[in-house]
């Protein structure tokens, strides 16, 4: 007795739909979150706080903080 085609190429898709997630699994085992050399997470950035404008020249504040 051989199996009806409808039947074989159901188990074909259902196989293929197996193969395809252990792919996707086995894929992304050696992936992680963050940074990849080491480094602690924020470890480079620098933090710059506004100062208080007390210039003479009004707005003065805003085109400084976008310089830095």
């Known amino acids: 007795m051989?199996?009806?085609p409808t039947?074989?190429?159901r188990?074909?898709?259902?196989l293929g739909g197996l193969?395809?997630?252990l792919g996707f699994v086995c894929g992304c085992t050696g992936y992680h979150l963050g940074p990849s050399n080491g480094e602690s997470a924020g470890a480079r950035t620098v933090?710059?706080?506004p100062f208080l404008d007390s210039?003479?020249?009004p707005r003065l504040l805003e085109?400084?903080?976008q310089s830095l």
């Not at 188990?11 to 259902?14: G, L, P, V």
């Open 2 to 4: 051989n199996p009806s």
């Open 7 to 9: 039947r074989l190429s």
């Open 47 to 49: 933090e710059f706080k």
């Open 55 to 57: 210039t003479l020249e």
């Open 19 to 21: 193969l395809v997630a």
């Open 63 to 65: 085109p400084v903080a």
């Open 11 to 14: 188990r074909f898709r259902a």
